[in-house]
């Protein structure tokens, strides 16, 4: 088990910036794909950003990019994502996910499945986030 701490989670205006956190604890990051999710009511839970730091990639759903950065602290016990010029469909519960990716080629075949949520083994418990117009 890998234990996933969320927070940060918050109301915010359109237009606005809301940086979330995901402590996770007892591992090391470069042995994890590691990638934010979303779940906004009545719809299922989708891919917001991904890192696979064995191989040096970060990757983001369509709807967000150019707005949200997924980064990790030095220490890589942190993970966060920068959401930016929020947007009402933003409003969603966020949650953190981790995949075992010990070797390069897990993270490449873990990568190249896309933001599935099927694809992530840890879970947080999720953060709200409420993005008002």
């Known amino acids: 088990q890998v234990p996933l701490v969320e927070s940060g989670g918050g109301s915010v205006q359109a237009g606005g910036s809301r940086r979330l956190s995901c402590e996770a604890s007892?591992?090391?990051?470069?042995?994890?794909?590691l990638g934010w999710f979303r779940q906004a009511p009545g719809k299922e839970r989708e891919g917001v950003a991904g890192?696979?730091?064995?191989?040096?990639?970060?990757d983001y759903t369509d709807s967000v990019k150019g707005r949200f950065t997924i980064s990790q602290d030095n220490a890589k016990t942190t993970l966060y994502l920068q959401m930016d010029n929020l947007e009402p469909e933003d409003t969603a519960i966020y949650y953190c996910?981790?995949?075992?990716?010990?070797?390069?080629?897990?993270?490449?075949?873990?990568?190249?499945?896309?933001?599935?949520?099927?694809?992530?083994?840890?879970w947080g418990q999720g953060t709200q986030v409420t993005v008002s117009s």
């Open positions: 890192i696979y730091t064995a191989i040096g990639v970060t």
């Open positions: 007892g591992y090391r990051s470069r042995l994890y794909c």
């Open positions: 996910a981790a995949e075992p990716c010990v070797t390069a080629n897990q993270a490449l075949v873990v990568h190249q499945r896309g933001l599935d949520p099927r694809h992530f083994r840890y």
